[in-house]
């Protein structure tokens, strides 16, 4: 635990939330400032600040919690979309630094999104972006 965290903090209920579901290696809370009714945030209980620093075993449950939680707000909600948001860095829009995903449910003209100008490579130069980035894989 990080000593000045808030989802620490959450995770320790020392700050209360409004938990749909929690196991030992994660909470999943409601966020306090949805972008849609039902809007959730998965948390792993082990404090990581980002996607780079989180173990393997903690990486894959995470998707299997997210899937599960995804399915309930689906059948409770009955939204007609779902966004799987993780953000890491400041400039890619992460504002609590430690590792969680969002879940957020879609509806038709809910006014949220999720956009970017579509961009394009140069003849061969996705190919050699991508071997560039295969050898950086550990
Ligand atoms: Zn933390």
């Given at each position: 635990?990080?000593?000045?965290?808030?989802f620490?903090?959450i995770?320790?209920?020392?700050?209360?939330?409004?938990?749909?579901?929690e196991?030992?290696?994660?909470?999943?809370?409601m966020?306090i400032?949805?972008?849609a009714?039902?809007?959730?945030?998965?948390?792993?209980?082990?404090?990581?600040?980002n996607?780079?620093?989180?173990?393997?075993?903690?990486?894959?449950?995470?998707?299997?919690?997210?899937?599960?939680v995804?399915?309930?707000?689906?059948?409770e909600?009955?939204?007609?979309?779902?966004?799987?948001?993780?953000?890491?860095?400041?400039l890619?829009?992460?504002t609590?630094?430690?590792?969680?995903?969002?879940?957020?449910?879609?509806?038709?003209?809910?006014?949220?999104?999720?956009t970017?100008?579509?961009?394009?490579?140069?003849?061969?130069?996705?190919?050699?972006?991508?071997?560039?980035?295969?050898?950086?894989?550990?």
């Amino acid at each position: 635990m990080e000593n000045q965290c808030v989802f620490c903090k959450i995770i320790a209920a020392e700050i209360p939330s409004a938990t749909i579901y929690e196991d030992e290696d994660f909470k999943v809370i409601m966020d306090i400032a949805p972008a849609a009714k039902g809007h959730a945030i998965i948390l792993p209980k082990k404090h990581f600040a980002n996607l780079y620093e989180m173990d393997d075993d903690t990486a894959s449950k995470a998707l299997i919690v997210a899937r599960k939680v995804a399915i309930a707000i689906k059948a409770e909600l009955g939204c007609e979309g779902m966004n799987l948001l993780q953000n890491n860095g400041e400039l890619a829009g992460q504002t609590v630094f430690h590792f969680h995903m969002h879940l957020i449910p879609r509806k038709q003209e809910d006014g949220v999104t999720f956009t970017w100008k579509q961009g394009s490579y140069e003849e061969g130069e996705a190919a050699k972006v991508a071997e560039a980035i295969a050898k950086k894989i550990k």
